[in-house]
């Protein structure tokens, strides 16, 4: 069964830039597309980007696009988030998650989603 364990969370100014990390284990990361979501204090989790198995497609939620990149590589089993000048509103949660129907490229759909890592906390203040 496929695990997976985000990290590089962490405090940042706004204006900054983050890198978030998804490695995956137990399984070959090219089998699914991958997506990364996030939950902020109150608010229901929503879809931040996604790319597929092969990274050929990526989405994107308007609130990130332009400041947030998704990329992955298949070799080391990892996907990645990189999260430039970052809002206050980007403080949350964020997860990582495979779908294993990724014959579809990829979606911003939580319900898709088949495995879930715990998350790593991302926070933007001054």
């Known amino acids: 069964q496929l695990q997976l364990v985000e990290s590089g969370g962490g405090l940042v100014q706004p204006g900054g830039s983050l890198s978030l990390d998804c490695v995956g284990s137990?399984?070959?990361?090219?089998?699914?597309?991958i997506g990364w979501f996030r939950q902020a204090p109150g608010k229901d989790r929503e879809g931040v980007a996604c790319i597929s198995d092969y990274g050929g497609i990526t989405n994107y939620a308007s609130s990130v696009k332009g400041r947030f990149t998704i990329s992955r590589d298949n070799a080391k089993n990892t996907a990645y988030l990189q999260a430039n000048s970052v809002k206050p509103e980007d403080t949350a949660v964020y997860y990582c998650a495979a779908d294993r129907d990724a014959i579809r490229g990829c979606v911003l759909t939580e319900l898709e989603y088949d495995y879930w890592g715990r998350g790593t906390q991302i926070g933007v203040s001054s």
């Open positions: 137990g399984f070959p990361l090219n089998y699914y597309a």
